[in-house]
């Protein structure tokens, strides 16, 4: 295993989460980006939600790599290399890599340490021969999707990106836009992008499955309060705030929310922010698409759609984009 790439350095990171989180909560809408969910107690707590029963999207996801992971590998060359931004836990792409058997060099690309590590010691054992170069750091960020595009292990390759779990949802539609031209730039003009993108529903199935009864989602939505008491100073107390998972029909996303119970005040690295009685924190969009519409998402970043895969009930596609 080589460690090609760690390129964003740990402090950068602690600033800008700073930066990131006064700048939510000092907005008329107050509102924190959900990139900051997967701190260690955050991880485990969304691998706790991909197993609860309301929580239909890992099991369909993994579904479909499971019933068709063999013919996925076959449109695909053998010896191509795959960046995974917001890997996770790796274990999705380990369906691929089974059928993969000549990956060159695998890029796991997480924002959440804990992650990365995770999915290393996940993956390196089930795949000894395979050269994995972790990168640390924001695939939202363009500066460094284009380091990573002019890293050596990758210029010349034809690459996968690969980007399961529905996390292009989490953008509203014009930074969707622009993170699948970041795709483009990453996979280059031979390459692929294989996307995991959770389809329009029934509204209930869609409000269960982000508020469930045993309440891990919960845990899950007001550890980020807990995160910043750590790493930023921050006096939130979680009784004070209630999860509230709400679907816009308008934008078609279920969105999450943070509800003060109260009048209060908090403060964070001895900044003030006051809440009323009622006032949320939007914490988390996950937009759900028509197939059409994502299509039509993709030809804006000058991707083609050229094979879905489904599962049984139409909840999930598997879609496989090509530079067109
Ligand atoms: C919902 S999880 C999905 C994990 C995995 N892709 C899967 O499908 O199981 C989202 C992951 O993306 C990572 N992530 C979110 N925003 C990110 C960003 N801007 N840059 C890098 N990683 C990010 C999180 O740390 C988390 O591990």
Not at 8 to 37: E, I, W
Not at 56 to 72: C, F, N, Q
């Amino acid at each position: 295993m080589s460690h090609l790439t760690a390129v964003a350095n740990k402090n950068v990171l602690d600033q800008q989460f700073l930066n990131d989180v006064l700048n939510g909560l000092t907005q008329q809408q107050k509102s924190l980006p959900c990139k900051y969910f997967y701190d260690d107690r955050g991880a485990a707590l969304f691998e706790q939600i991909t197993g609860v029963s309301e929580y239909y999207v890992t099991r369909t996801e993994l579904s479909i790599l499971d019933k068709y992971s063999h013919a996925i590998a076959q449109l695909l060359p053998q010896d191509i290399s795959i960046i995974e931004p917001g890997c996770g836990s790796g274990k999705k792409v380990a369906y691929l890599l089974a059928h993969l058997v000549n990956v060159k060099t695998f890029v796991p690309f997480e924002i959440s340490k804990e992650m990365l590590n995770y999915s290393l010691a996940h993956l390196s054992p089930l795949f000894p021969k395979l050269v994995i170069s972790p990168l640390l750091g924001d695939f939202t960020h363009s500066q460094m999707v284009k380091q990573l595009a002019k890293k050596s292990a990758l210029v010349d390759q034809t690459n996968l990106v690969y980007f399961p779990g529905s996390t292009l949802g989490n953008f509203a539609p014009v930074q969707a836009i622009e993170i699948l031209q970041n795709f483009h730039r990453l996979c280059g003009i031979n390459g692929y992008v294989l996307i995991g993108i959770d389809l329009v529903k029934d509204r209930q199935v869609l409000l269960n499955a982000y508020d469930d009864k045993a309440g891990v989602t919960a845990s899950f939505n007001k550890n980020m309060l807990l995160r910043i008491n750590k790493e930023l100073n921050g006096t939130f107390e979680l009784d004070n705030f209630t999860h509230q998972s709400r679907f816009n029909e308008q934008q078609s996303r279920i969105e999450m929310h943070l509800v003060s119970n109260c009048t209060q005040r908090i403060f964070i690295n001895n900044v003030e922010v006051n809440f009323k009685q009622g006032e949320s924190i939007h914490t988390e969009n996950s937009h759900k698409y028509t197939l059409t519409a994502f299509e039509l998402l993709a030809k804006q970043a000058n991707l083609k759609l050229e094979h879905t895969w489904c599962d049984d009930n139409d909840y999930f596609a598997l879609c496989l984009l090509r530079p067109c």
